[in-house]
T-cell receptor, first 113, second 113 residues
Framework: EAGVAQSPRYKIIEKRQSVAFWCNPI?????LYWYQQILGQGPKLLIQ????????DSQLPKDRFSAERLKGVDSTLKIQPAKLEDSAVYLC???????????FGPGTRLTVT | DAKTTQPNSMESNEEEPVHLPCNHS???????IHWYRQLPSQGPEYVIH???SNVNNRMASLAIAEDRKSSTLILHRATLRDAAVYYC??????????????FGDGTTLTVKP
């Protein structure tokens, strides 16, 4: 089966600009996660969706970050406006209901200058 | 959230066994122990998980202490391709938190030829 797809793979923007990331999970996976991974650290969960509903967004900086999964399949994560400290790899993962394994995409490396 | 403690780094020789320890002294009865690994420039990938009993799969073995306060991931014969960051994670499987977990900073495994 095809894995989790993410685009773009790399993005360089200036601070105060906006950026959006796209994720297509594995077909049939109801749960979708967005993580932020700063260099040298483990992934930090930003938001978790179950179908098109938000399960957990407690660590999402809602003043500048937003995410949606309108049809319960693809998802987008947006940052507006970006700050220097947002430089990180943004990882998307998905999981089939009733299983434990999360499947991760390759990530999008964001550099904010 | 229950936390895990892992050594920052470990070294191994190729084709020798590797034992990666993880301490989780505050684990609750509903926490499963999961291991993921992250190869350079890739998203994390699932390795193995368990609750109380030792577990084996094609990638590794998981040994869980009787009191569940620690566990050890065992790679039986390390290869150069096993060089990665290994994350030990506790995942609460109660309905409200299904799939929620917190990644620490993991153990960086270096495999020497």
């Amino acid at each position: 089966e095809a894995g989790v797809a993410q685009s773009p793979r790399y993005k360089i923007i200036e601070k105060r600009q906006s950026v959006a990331f796209w994720c297509n999970p594995i077909s049939g996976h109801a749960t979708l996660y967005w993580y932020q991974q700063i260099l040298g650290q483990g992934p930090k969960l930003l938001i978790q969706f179950q179908n098109n509903g938000v399960v957990d967004d407690s660590q999402l900086p809602k003043d500048r970050f937003s995410a949606e999964r309108l049809k319960g399949v693809d998802s987008t994560l947006k940052i507006q406006p970006a700050k220097l400290e947002d430089s990180a790899v943004y990882l998307c993962a998905s999981r089939r209901t009733g299983t434990y394994e999360q499947y991760f995409g390759p990530g999008t490396r964001l550099t904010v200058t | 959230d229950a936390k895990t403690t892992q050594p920052n780094s470990m070294e191994s020789n190729e084709e020798e066994p590797v034992h990666l320890p993880c301490n989780h002294s505050t684990i609750s009865g509903t926490d499963y122990i999961h291991w993921y690994r992250q190869l350079p420039s890739q998203g994390p990938e699932y390795v193995i998980h368990g609750l109380t009993s030792n577990v084996n799969n094609r990638m590794a073995s998981l040994a869980i202490a009787e009191d569940r306060k620690s566990s050890t991931l065992i790679l039986h014969r390390a290869t150069l391709r096993d060089a990665a960051v290994y994350y030990c994670i506790l995942r609460d499987v109660r309905a409200a938190n299904a799939g929620k977990s917190t990644f620490g900073d993991g153990t960086t495994l270096t495999v020497k030829p």
